[in-house]
């Protein structure tokens, strides 16, 4: 039994090397989506809470963030995640959302907040909320970048299909002319 089942696809054993072939089935794991597979089990299971928070407001805007202007850190195990983030955005507003809205921002808000963070621009924060922060962000950052490759991964077999023609021979040629049959 294989992890995926690539039965419609012809050939496909052939051309991928057989230690490449799971032979047993695949869990889902959660944790290794988010990165966080070696952690200790408190700290995924407070993760795990903490990174699905989501607050009933609606997150999205396309205005730029400019200042992340308050921070709430919970503590749970000796373990810190953000509460609540409260940023400014440049239509001088304050909008405030939770670490598990991070996936209903656009990903240019939190470039915006990792640029902040880098640039130093959070002086405004303590060490310890500067420091929860840059955690979170850099756990949401490697779970896209892990979603993606895993996407790219799946595209990447489509691709080489399509460049070895393996998904529908072509019967009819349009670029060659009628020609006689050769006679001698």
């Known amino acids: 039994m294989k992890a995926a089942d690539y039965g419609h696809i012809k050939w496909i054993e052939d051309l991928v090397p057989r230690e490449m072939w799971i032979q047993q089935p695949i869990d889902y794991n959660k944790h290794a989506l988010w990165g966080i597979s070696h952690w200790g089990r408190k700290r995924k299971q407070f993760y795990g809470y903490a990174v699905n928070r989501e607050s009933t407001r609606d997150v999205y805007s396309k205005r730029r ?10 503590e749970l195990h000796d373990y810190k995640h953000l509460d609540w983030i409260s ?4 239509d001088d507003q ?12 656009r990903l240019q808000d ?4 990792l640029l902040l963070l880098v640039q130093g ?11 929860a922060f840059n955690v979170s962000l850099r756990m949401f950052t490697r779970s896209i970048v892990i979603k993606r490759r895993v996407e790219d991964l799946q595209l990447g077999v489509q691709s080489y299909q399509k460049k070895l023609n393996l998904m529908k021979p072509d019967t009819y040629r349009t670029d060659l002319r009628r020609r006689e049959a050769y006679t001698a």
């Not at 963030?65 to 919970?74: G, K, P």
């Not at 304050?94 to 921002?105: H, N, P, S, T, V």
């Not at 621009?121 to 420091?131: A, F, G, I, Q, Y």
């Open 65 to 74: 963030i400019i200042a992340v202007t308050e921070l709430q850190i919970m």
């Open 87 to 90: 940023v400014r955005r440049d």
């Open 94 to 105: 304050i909008y405030k959302f939770k670490e598990g809205d991070f996936k209903r921002l």
């Open 110 to 113: 939190i470039e915006d907040m």
């Open 121 to 131: 621009k959070l002086s405004n924060l303590t060490v310890e909320e500067r420091l």
